[in-house]
Each structure stands twice: as C-alpha cells, then as structure tokens.
C-alpha cells in the first residue's frame, strides 16, 4: 500500500520560516490535510483539502504541491508552532498518516 | 462548542477486549462521519476505523481488521470502538475523531477528542 513519508524534523530561528515536505505515490491526485500536534495536545487541523485553513488558522500557514510533494510553509514562526506535523490523506480504503516532523523554533 | 469525551481506556491483559465510547456534542452528529485514531507512545498518528453518518459504510486499518468494531448510535450522539484479541502493540491513546468531509477522498479530521489511554500488559 502507499505510504506518505515527511523528513523527521525541522529547525528554524524565530520570525524565520519553516518548511515540512510530506511525499508519496500520486499525492498530486489525492487531497491532503495536515494536523500540528503540541506535546502532551491533541492534533490540531491545519490545513485540509491540499490548500484550504479552517477558520482560526492565521495565514501563515500555506500549501504548495508540485507533482508527488507537498510543501507546509509556516511563514514567520512562534514558539507556540513548535510541536509535530503530520500529513494525512485518503487511499483506497484507508487513510494514510505521514511519519511526522517536528519542529523545533529556537 | 464542538466536543469529543471518550471513555473506556484502561490497563489490560493481552488478549483481552475492550470498548471504548466516545460522547459528541455541540454539533449534528447525525450529520457527520467519525473515525477512530491512535498513536502510541512516542509514535505518530495512525487511522483505525471509519463510520459513515448512517454506518452503512466502515472502514478498517489493516492492524485491527477482524479484531476491533466500530459502531455509532445517532440517537445517542455516540461512537463505539470494541476491541478484542488486544495485543501489547494495540497500546495507544485512541483519538475520536469527526470527519466533516462530503467524499471520503477528502477525509479530513477537523476535531479531535482528549483521547483514552489503552495500555495492554501482563
């Protein structure tokens, strides 16, 4: 079965931008959603639908696709979006989840 | 105000069984798809169950297909996951999760319960 894979982490200075890869077999056909989860949190939705922010969700936080990649840029990093993000998506019959990259912003 | 409680997590012997329940509230449930997520310690998030809003349609991981159900009663605002044949790696926190997609090909989970803990020892 397909799989969705993300680089394990990523660090970034505050104020700078951060940016999370999550690639698999025909992701240009499928629709990705992306979750960030805080230690000890629930995951939280952050974008769903490849490109769409559900309300309270500042835009910062944007997609781009370009072929089987997807790219979560978090524009002008808090501390407060450090924590893990995991990409999600549908296939045949189940649903995928990324491995998870964590972000650390120091 | 949208919430997920779950409820049922416990310690438990392999090769035991288990239900979990979820109560939804602050929303149509009747309306919605639910599904069930988990991840164990330290690990990352992993799908187990899908319900569509009238249960004519589920769905399973490949890990708990055959071993867990999955279950709602709409009249309740409920969700159920009754898991048997439990194993050491079914330990997890398991996540109520609602799915305010139209087509399960956009499947996404757009709020989230506390969790319950399930930890499965001898």
């Known amino acids: 079965s397909s799989e969705l894979t993300q680089s394990p982490s990523v660090s970034v200075s505050p104020g700078q931008t951060a940016s999370i890869t999550c690639s698999g077999d025909?992701?240009?056909?499928?629709?990705l959603s992306w979750y960030h989860q805080r230690p000890g949190q629930s995951p939280i939705l952050v974008i769903y639908q490849n490109y769409k922010r559900p309300s309270g969700i500042p835009a910062r936080f944007s997609v781009s696709k370009s072929g089987n990649t997807a790219t979560l840029t978090v524009r002008g990093t808090l501390t407060t979006d450090e924590g893990f993000y995991y990409c999600q998506a549908w296939d045949t019959n189940t649903v995928l989840f990324g491995g998870g990259t964590e972000l650390t912003v120091l | 105000e949208v919430r997920l409680v779950e409820s049922g997590g416990a310690s438990i012997q392999p090769g035991g069984s288990l239900r979990l329940s979820c109560a939804a509230s602050g929303f149509t449930f009747s309306a919605y798809n639910m599904n069930w997520v988990r991840q164990a310690p330290g690990k990352g998030l992993e799908w187990i169950a899908y319900i569509n809003s009238d249960s004519d349609t589920i769905y399973y991981a490949d890990s708990v297909k055959g071993r867990f159900t999955v279950s709602r009663d709409n009249a309740f605002n409920s969700v159920y996951l009754q898991m048997t044949g439990l194993r050491a790696e079914d330990t997890a926190i398991y996540y109520c999760v609602r799915d305010p997609s139209s087509l399960v090909i956009a499947i996404n989970f757009d709020y989230w319960g506390q969790g319950a803990l399930v930890t499965v020892s001898s």
């Open positions: 025909r992701l240009a056909d499928k629709y």
